[in-house]
């Protein structure tokens, strides 16, 4: 699998230090509040798995899986949800999680339909930030890393879903793209 790797982004001791300060910061912001940590499938499983534990509060959590509609590469922006929330959020505050946010798509629509929803508030934390290729206009609220157009793989990030276990963050050698 590691063959693969051309190199190594962001090493896993980067990831576990920032991961913890993350979770401070997370922990001062939701004292006192009803935290509801809601993780998308499947990339941020990992991530989230990690941060919930630097989070020194009460908290519950869920998940939601979306997908994109159609076949294209491309996102659409027209999302479906294949995995819904147990239960109504209307008395939460919700911290959605995610491996990265690329397009903001997929998290411009998530945001509008939880909304729909009425919980009490609406924050985001994501691991990564690909900046440089943003269509809508979302923004995270905690970001893990900023990272420069390139195609990254690791920790819960996958390409045809292979990668996601590997501890650290990488960039794919193009001999792997060479297969589809
Ligand atoms: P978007 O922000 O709507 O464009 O979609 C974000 C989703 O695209 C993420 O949750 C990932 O599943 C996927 N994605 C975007 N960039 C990368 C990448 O560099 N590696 C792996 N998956 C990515
Ligand atoms: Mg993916």
Same mark, same amino acid.
């Given at each position: 699998? +590691?063959?693969?790797?051309?190199?190594?982004?962001?090493? $896993? +001791?980067?990831?576990?230090?920032?991961?913890?300060?993350?979770?401070?910061?997370?922990?001062?912001?939701?004292? !006192?509040?009803?935290?509801?940590?809601?993780?998308?499938?499947?990339?941020?499983?990992? %991530?989230?798995?990690?941060?919930?534990?630097?989070?020194?509060?009460?908290?519950?959590?869920? %998940?939601?899986?979306?997908?994109?509609? !159609?076949?294209?590469? &491309?996102?659409?922006?027209?999302?479906?949800?294949?995995?819904?929330?147990?239960?109504?959020?209307?008395?939460?505050?919700?911290?959605?999680?995610?491996?990265?946010?690329?397009?903001?798509?997929?998290? &411009?629509?998530?945001?509008?339909?939880?909304? @729909? $929803?009425?919980?009490?508030?609406?924050?985001?934390?994501?691991?990564?930030?690909? @900046?440089?290729?943003? &269509?809508?206009?979302? %923004?995270?609220?905690?970001?893990?890393?900023?990272?420069?157009?390139?195609?990254?793989?690791?920790?819960?990030?996958? %390409?045809?879903?292979?990668?996601?276990?590997?501890?650290?963050?990488?960039?794919?050698?193009? +001999?792997?793209?060479?297969?589809?």
């Amino acid at each position: 699998m +590691e063959e693969y790797i051309a190199k190594v982004l962001i090493s $896993r +001791e980067e990831l576990a230090k920032r991961v913890s300060e993350l979770g401070a910061e997370i922990t001062r912001d939701y004292a !006192g509040k009803n935290l509801l940590v809601l993780g998308i499938l499947k990339g941020a499983v990992p %991530f989230m798995s990690d941060l919930i534990r630097e989070i020194k509060l009460p908290l519950a959590y869920d %998940f939601m899986a979306l997908s994109s509609y !159609g076949a294209s590469t &491309q996102s659409s922006g027209v999302v479906r949800i294949l995995k819904d929330l147990e239960r109504s959020v209307e008395d939460v505050h919700i911290l959605i999680t995610e491996d990265i946010v690329d397009t903001g798509l997929t998290l &411009q629509y998530l945001k509008a339909n939880l909304k @729909a $929803r009425n919980p009490l508030s609406i924050k985001v934390v994501t691991l990564l930030d690909k @900046a440089a290729r943003r &269509q809508a206009e979302v %923004f995270p609220d905690y970001n893990g890393f900023s990272i420069p157009d390139e195609f990254v793989v690791g920790y819960g990030l996958d %390409f045809n879903e292979e990668y996601r276990n590997l501890p650290y963050i990488g960039v794919l050698k193009p +001999e792997a793209y060479k297969f589809i």
